[in-house]
């Protein structure tokens, strides 16, 4: 563990510099924000000095200096005044700041989580990169409108008040050559470790997140198995974990408060001791004490104020971390990966997909696919059929380049696809999951959703949706097509749901359709008027069908058996039953499991 502290410690400082450096793009206002700051500081380092000066009109003979006394009260209003107006504008423009900064960032996160790559979401739970988008953020939203201004201001009175006790009284100075090391080495201390117990903290809040989304998720399993305890417990393990980790965090950081409170008071009673010795000497007048001791509590306020805010500092170093951690993780590639350019055009794609040799593994020692090769003519309806795990999935990912290739080489109309932008590429496919996603809106919403602009037009997709007979469905929908739906679809089944989906992709009018297990959720009558929902829409276009179902692609012109990541039969049904391989083990087995 020790070994790794130091590339947290960066991976943290390497976080706070990429902020800064989203902060100088409100340079302009900033350096506004800056002006602001010493001025207001500059004139509120004059009043200690006033005061020092309204004490030495006070002769202890009795003699009253009123002029003075009128004049330098009168300044002291007029400075509180001032001071006032200047932070109270300060306020204002950095809280301004700081809304368009977390603005830019939160729009940032999203635009890169859009262009994050497949792999990302499999090794990181919807309920952490939530956490991130939310809390995270408006964690370090709270710091630049609030505590950044207050580092900076105190910057600015420490440097200012140091030059106002050099010029009272040096040797009053030298205090601070003391106890200024003891405060630096403290501080340091605890915000090392607060860093470290943060950063546990904000894991520990992501993995609760995680499993609560999970859990809302699969409310319907945990009730039919009655799992409601068990996942109870397991909750509670994790609510305790983070309860733990933020004890830690919390009790580290409170030690900060008391430690320079305990400095400063030592300050206090050295500057008065010291102070009353050289007053006996006549080195300094009673007044200069005065002032020196306004201006040590300026100086070290700010000091004690960082200690203050060091609890919100390690939180918003842990949410930076988190945060940039999105910003930093490679995007898809979304320029080709090979030099030259693909000669594809849109409208003009024939469908015709060949795997050469293709090789794929997730983990460097695990082969999914292993010497791949297959050629899909245009038009063609292609079945690919396997046991689970035998890598059917895996061949669509890589189609849709979700994931590059390990070896060999898939081709759309003689191009390689990796000679192709992915936007292109993607475009000339519509992809139909096992899983219906309905967004929520209308159902017109849901079905233009990714359409192109000359087919949005209502009586179009009224007339589409009639061509593949889902429009009566739509109209016997309370509001028709205007029928809104909740982000969950609840109400509709999951047929419903998937007819709407092929609705969509229709609607897309792609050259390659590609159904993966589309039928495999829904009941045998469902599956019956999906089947000829989807011939009428892939009619003509060349299609890839993944099915358990086999009674679903019996008139496949094509029908692919994997096993063990490799093809092991390609034939019509009629052929491969008479083959008598692992296409008839399958089509028996399945047909004897309906008997």
């Not at 009043?47 to 202890?60: A, H, K, N, Q, Y």
């Not at 700081?98 to 939160?106: E, G, I, K, P, Y």
């Not at 000497?281 to 203050?308: C, E, H």
Request: aromatic fraction near 6%; charge should be neutral.
């Amino acid at each position: 563990m020790k070994e790794k502290q130091p590339e947290k410690q960066k991976r943290g400082y390497g976080s706070l510099v990429q902020l800064m450096g989203r902060l100088m793009r409100y340079k302009g206002r900033m350096a506004l924000v800056l002006l602001l700051v010493a001025a207001g500081n500059l004139v509120a380092l004059v009043v200690p000095r006033i005061t020092g000066d309204m004490v030495d009109s006070l002769d202890l003979a009795g003699k009253i200096d009123f002029d003075s006394l009128l004049r330098d009260g009168l300044l002291l209003i007029l400075a509180a005044v001032v001071v006032w107006g200047l932070s109270a504008a300060q306020n204002r423009l950095m809280l301004s700041v700081a809304q368009s900064m977390v603005v830019d960032l939160r729009h940032d996160v999203f635009q890169r989580l859009l262009r994050l790559p497949v792999s990302y979401f499999d090794g990181n739970t919807k309920g952490n990169i939530i956490s991130i988008l939310s809390t995270d953020v408006d964690n370090i939203s709270d710091t630049v409108s609030a505590d950044l201004i207050t580092l900076v201001t105190g910057f600015v009175t420490v440097a200012g008040a140091l030059i106002m006790m050099l010029a009272i009284s040096p040797w009053l100075t030298l205090i601070f050559a003391v106890t200024i090391p003891m405060m630096v080495v403290i501080s340091r201390y605890i915000s090392k470790n607060a860093r470290r117990l943060f950063r546990e903290k904000k894991a520990s809040y992501g993995r609760l997140c995680g499993y609560a989304e999970e859990m809302i998720t699969a409310q319907k399993s945990i009730k039919v198995y009655g799992l409601e305890e068990y996942n109870q417990g397991r909750f509670r393990a994790l609510s305790t974990r983070l309860r733990d980790t933020g004890a830690k965090a919390e009790f580290v950081t409170s030690t900060m408060m008391p430690s320079m409170n305990l400095i400063n008071n030592l300050n206090f009673t050295a500057i008065c001791a010291f102070g009353a010795l050289l007053a006996l000497q006549g080195r300094i007048s009673i007044g200069d004490i005065s002032a020196f001791v306004l201006y040590s509590k300026k100086f070290a306020g700010p000091i004690v104020d960082t200690a203050n805010i060091v609890n919100m500092l390690q939180t918003t170093l842990a949410a930076c971390d988190r945060v940039f951690s999105i910003l930093n993780a490679p995007p898809e590639a979304d320029q080709p990966l090979l030099p030259e350019a693909g000669s594809l055009l849109p409208g003009k794609v024939r469908g015709e997909i060949r795997l050469e040799d293709v090789c794929f593994s997730y983990l460097d020692d695990t082969p999914v696919l292993k010497h791949v090769s297959l050629k899909v003519d245009p038009g063609e309806k292609v079945a690919i059929v396997g046991a689970t795990g035998s890598g059917k999935t895996t061949i669509i990912s890589l189609l849709l380049r979700f994931y590059d290739l390990s070896s060999g080489r898939i081709t759309l109309d003689g191009v390689d696809i990796c000679a192709l932008p992915l936007a292109q590429l993607r475009h000339c496919f519509a992809l139909v999951l096992q899983d219906s996603w309905l967004f929520e809106g209308t159902v017109m919403e849901n079905i233009v959703y990714a359409a192109p602009e000359a087919r949005r037009d209502p009586q179009t997709v009224r007339e589409l949706c009639r061509q593949i007979e889902v429009d009566s469905f739509i109209e016997s929908l309370p509001g028709g097509y205007d029928a809104l739906l909740k982000s969950d679809s609840g109400g509709l089944s999951q047929g419903q749901k998937q007819l709407l989906n092929i609705a969509r992709t229709f609607l897309c009018d792609p050259p390659v359709f590609i159904l993966d297990e589309a039928t495999s959720s829904v009941d045998t009558l469902t599956e019956a008027r999906i089947k000829t929902v989807t011939d009428k829409v892939t009619a003509g276009k060349t299609s890839i069908i993944i099915a358990h179902r086999l009674s679903t692609i019996l008139n496949a012109d094509k029908i692919v058996v994997l096993r063990d990541g490799e093809i092991r039969e390609v034939g019509r049904h009629e052929e491969l039953l008479a083959q008598g391989g692992l296409y008839k083990e399958l089509y028996e087995s399945q047909f004897a499991s309906l008997s």
